[in-house]
């Protein structure tokens, strides 16, 4: 059983610039969630994906954008890109909709001068 | 949405020592999910927790889910050095629901 992946591992950008980070789901999971996590926070909810469909979203502007595909790998994308989104950007996998139980990646760390 | 409180916030204790971590909340959770998360990782399940006074045990590790589902405990028996790491509480209520984590509480276990 393949665990989720993603990638890249580190990243930098500069302000302004688009960065689209990417995630391979748990084998025979179909529902992706994407988190924000700064430096010494919880995990904070950027949105969920199902069916290839946004199914929830957290208080993220909408620069930050998704795609699930439909082998229920992901992409998470940010534009015009600001200092303060700088953190590890995390991918979890699971096996329905509703099913609480989340099975992450090592995340992507982005960094943003 | 309800907020998940997470305490201590800090927490570094000897080894061989026992603690408990507490995970709260006012609104009623259909379940409950706790995680560690270990430095340039991602989190790691240990547990759900369903039912009100549901206790589970996984080796030292002990979770409780209050009577009203509410509150959930962590308690870790003779801590070791690998219990080391940021335990997180998290829920979604609903299936189109936010999924929310708590801060977490950050322990440091001391050789």
């Known amino acids: 059983e393949t665990g989720v992946t993603q990638s890249p591992t580190h990243l930098i950008k500069t302000r302004g610039q688009q960065v689209t980070l990417r995630c391979s789901s748990q084998?025979?999971?179909?529902?992706v969630s994407w988190y924000q996590q700064a430096l010494g926070q919880g995990p904070q909810f950027i949105f969920q994906?199902?069916?290839?469909?946004?199914?929830g979203r957290g208080n993220f502007p909408p620069r930050f954008s998704g795609l699930q595909f439909p082998n229920y790998s992901s992409e998470l994308n940010v534009n015009a890109l600001e200092l303060d989104d700088s953190a590890l950007y995390l991918c979890?996998?699971?096996?329905?909709?509703?099913?609480?139980?989340?099975?992450f990646g090592e995340g992507s760390r982005l960094t943003v001068l | 949405t309800q907020l998940l409180e997470q305490s201590p916030q800090f927490l570094s204790i000897q080894e061989g020592e026992n603690l408990t971590v507490y995970c709260n909340s006012s609104?009623?959770?259909?379940?409950l999910q706790w995680y560690r998360q270990e430095p340039g990782e991602g989190p790691v399940l240990l547990v759900t927790?369903?039912?009100?006074?549901e206790v589970k045990k996984l080796k030292r590790l002990t979770f409780q889910f209050g009577d009203a589902r509410k509150d959930s405990s962590l308690h870790i028996t003779a801590a070791q050095p690998g219990d080391t790491g940021l335990y997180l509480c998290e829920y979604q209520q609903n299936r189109d629901d936010k999924i929310i984590f708590g801060k977490g509480t950050r322990l440091h276990i001391l050789p």
């Open positions: 979890a996998s699971s096996v329905q909709l509703d099913s609480g139980e989340l099975f």
């Open positions: 084998s025979g999971h179909n529902t």
């Open positions: 927790v369903v039912t009100g006074g």
């Open positions: 609104s009623v959770f259909s379940s």
């Open positions: 994906y199902y069916r290839e469909e946004e199914n």
